[in-house]
């Protein structure tokens, strides 16, 4: 078991202080070996509970459950499996409304230093599961890269980008600092969309919401560029939950992870696909921009120009200096006689 966590997609571990459990959860999109999903489990001579556990997804009875079925069974203690199905509540889905919810991320170009996100829906893609939905981004910035909060404070501003509120804006957020005097990784975003009340007119095709976004200043190189990686969004329908659903008892639910923490504990959240292309001569869902910075080539040239620079403006104010002096110097030689007439 411990050599398979160096290939799990991810691995929680969770400690309970009140009942002293610890609970370490794997997760494995594919198996950890070349013969498929084999693990032999001992029962320790009792002295740990070993459960495991074969099951399969299985056509829920509400929409928003998630079912399971298959055995269950105690190494050391069952004879054979025990068949099982149960249901509760899950906190993410796919849309129920529409088979084919897809969105795509690009950046505008030209980018500049102030590049603008685009993200492209088609028109089934913006029809909500339910009435009480709001369509969300949640963007995870590196350092090179940061949102201007009050830029997007303004309502007129954000009505022009297809965009209703800034929900949340964390990590690094100064408007001024440049990458190198960056201490964290970056910062996050939660952003609602406006998208159009969907079966009108506009609806009808496809939609797009722009976010902008700014790049710091960054180190200097040989070449007088540098890339920077930039994750897709993820893109979500928020949905309040019905009254009565019991969000705690799912446990194979991920919570305070990101974006979930955002919203209450009975929120549901409907996920739209993203839909890879290849660009920039990246596999997945990241962009790459070419950023212009400082050539490091030339830093001998510029040192030599800055320093010849210096000196000539320190010269020119030196002779500006000595001709003021003089000319003073002039006007008071010429204003002694006269004086000495008069007398």
């Not at 959860?25 to 070349?34: A, K, N, R, V």
């Amino acid at each position: 078991m411990a050599n398979s966590l160096g290939s799990a997609d991810y691995v929680d571990i969770d400690f309970d202080t009140i009942s002293q459990a610890l609970t370490i959860s794997t997760f494995h999109g594919e198996p950890p070996g070349q013969i498929g999903w084999t693990e032999r489990f001992n029962n320790f001579d009792g002295a740990v509970k070993v459960e495991v556990g074969v099951l399969a997804t299985e056509k829920p009875t509400e929409p928003e459950e998630l079912s399971l079925g298959g055995f269950l069974t105690i190494v050391g203690e069952d004879d054979k499996p025990s068949p099982t199905l149960f249901s509760f509540p899950a906190r993410h889905h796919k849309n129920p409304k529409t088979s084919l919810s897809q969105y795509e991320a690009r950046f505008h170009f030209p980018t500049g230093l102030h590049p603008t996100l685009g993200l492209n829906f088609a028109p089934s893609s913006i029809e909500p599961p339910s009435e009480n939905c709001a369509l969300h981004a949640y963007l995870t910035l590196p350092s090179t890269l940061f949102p201007d909060k009050y830029q997007l404070s303004s309502p007129l501003f954000l009505a022009s980008k297809n965009l209703r509120s800034v929900r949340s804006v964390s990590g690094e957020t100064d408007l001024e600092a440049p990458d190198w005097v960056v201490e964290r990784w970056g910062s996050a975003m939660l952003i609602e969309l406006a998208p159009p009340d969907f079966g009108s007119s506009t609806a009808q095709d496809s939609w797009y919401a722009d976010i902008p976004l700014h790049l710091r200043y960054l180190k200097p190189s040989e070449s007088g560029f540098a890339s920077v990686d930039i994750p897709w969004p993820v893109v979500f329908w928020a949905c309040t939950a019905e009254e009565g659903s019991k969000m705690s008892v799912n446990p194979f639910d991920r919570t305070n992870l990101g974006y979930d923490g955002l919203f209450g504990p009975k929120t549901m959240f409907y996920h739209l696909d993203p839909a890879p292309h290849k660009y920039n001569d990246i596999d997945g869902l990241v962009e790459r921009l070419s950023v212009p910075v400082l050539a490091t080539v030339y830093n001998t040239w510029i040192e030599i120009g800055t320093v010849i620079v210096v000196v000539s403006g320190v010269l020119w104010v030196l002779c500006k200096l000595m001709v003021v002096a003089s000319k003073q110097h002039m006007f008071t030689d010429a204003k002694q006689p006269s004086e000495k007439k008069a007398q």
